[in-house]
């Protein structure tokens, strides 16, 4: 886990944090965006450039990556709960879905839990956006050791087996 307040701390104060394992992704799809002269792949690009990428491996709580579910307020309306997805792509739940390829996505990615960031809309509109909370952190989940023994799994004596689930089986 790395500490966030040291991180920001000296030259890079104040820039954004990107997970090491998102960076090829994001740079994919700047790459792809600035080739059609898009105005999203400049200001990925631009934030890809003063952020602190984070070593392999390396978390911190509260920070929106790719497949973070992020709450957030936009413009002081009511929260709503969004996942950071890489671009349109297909996901379980659509309307969810927060693509780093628009002006929040592009706002909200690198931002930690509390921070606050200017979005500026593709007519020109800018808005405040507040990162409330990032209530899923992917790279957590991935690096979370696997209970090893009953006392790790919480006590837990109970394991499912593919026969005692299957139909008839037990009554």
Known sequence: MVDAARARRGPRAGAPFVASDDLWTLEAIARSRLESDDPIGRALAEKLERCVILPPGAIISGLATLSSRVVLSLGGRAAQARVLVGTEEKHAFPKSALPVATPLGVAVLGLMAGSKAVVRHNDGRTEEVQ???????????RRAP?????AERGG???LAT???LSPGHGQ
């Open 156 to 158: 837990a004596d109970r």
């Open 131 to 141: 990162v409330l909370s990032v209530a899923h952190l992917p790279q957590a989940v």
């Open 146 to 150: 696997v209970p090893r023994t009953r």
């Open 162 to 164: 593919v026969g005692a």
